[in-house]
Antibody, heavy 124, light 111 residues
Framework: EVQLVESGGGLVKPGGSLRVSCAAS????????LNWVRQAPGKGLEWVSF????????YYADSVRGRFTVSRDNAKKSLYLQMNSLRAEDTAIYYC?????????????????WGQGTLVTVSS | QSALTQPASVSGSPGQSITISCTGT?????????VSWYQQHPGKAPKLIIY???NRPSGVSDRFSGSKSGNTASLTISGLQAEDEADYYC???????????FGTGTNVTVL
């Protein structure tokens, strides 16, 4: 069974930094592109970042570009999001999610499975 | 890149069919066949129910179906059941500057 487990969330002051992680099991991690998606309390989903299987392609949402850095360690089957210059509006549950892969191919038009998320709270 | 537009809420009686719309632009939904739909129950992570406009992942009920016309995508839930009560989000690949965009979300109530 594929499992993604996020960790590293917590309370941080505005302007501070935090790194959240996503540990994967049950899949050939190096073959999957991954995304970070966040959800502010009581709000909708917001795509944050994408990293391809070999880290060749990396993309960010406008709202985090220049402040957040995504990376991965395929040997450790782990995905990371380094968040700097944090703002109150970055407060959210941060989910990692793979691109969905069927038995034949991976699909840019779907994310899944997802982890359970880790809560990041930015407040003084 | 603005969020895709969904109705805030949709309701239906058990056994009925409902349709949720997701309106974007020619730069996202209209440009790619990379529309997906997610179901999210309270306190839970989202679950993929439709990928690439109209495909269901293994294990997802065939009561869920997706379609697209122009800049608008739709999710239809047929034979509505109490367990379908949840929030639903659409998503599409967008311009390269913002790779993906999500919809505003729709709360489905089973009457």
């Amino acid at each position: 069974e594929v499992q993604l487990v996020e960790s590293g969330g917590g309370l941080v002051k505005p302007g501070g930094s935090l790194r959240v992680s996503c540990a994967a099991s049950g899949l050939t991690f190096s073959g999957y592109s991954l995304n970070w998606v966040r959800q502010a309390p009581g709000k909708g989903l917001e795509w944050v970042s994408f990293i391809s299987s070999s880290s060749e392609y990396i993309y960010y949402a406008d709202s985090v570009r220049g402040r957040f850095t995504v990376s991965r360690d395929n040997a450790k089957k782990s995905l990371y999001l380094q968040m700097n210059s944090l703002r109150a509006e970055d407060t959210a549950i941060y989910y990692c999610a793979t691109l969905y892969c069927s038995t034949t191919s991976c699909h840019y038009g779907g994310f899944g499975p997802w982890g359970q998320g880790t809560l990041v709270t930015v407040s003084s | 890149q603005s969020a895709l537009t969904q109705p805030a809420s949709v309701s239906g009686s058990p056994g009925q069919s409902i349709t949720i719309s997701c309106t974007g632009t020619s730069s996202d939904i209209g440009a790619y066949n990379y529309v997906s739909w997610y179901q999210q129950h309270p306190g839970k992570a989202p679950k993929l129910i439709i990928y690439d406009v109209n495909n269901r992942p293994s294990g997802v009920s065939d009561r869920f179906s997706g379609s697209k016309s122009g800049n608008t995508a739709s999710l239809t839930i047929s034979g509505l059941q109490a367990e379908d009560e949840a929030d639903y989000y659409c998503s599409s690949k967008g311009p390269s500057s913002t790779l993906y965009v999500f919809g505003t979300g729709t709360n489905v109530t089973v009457l």
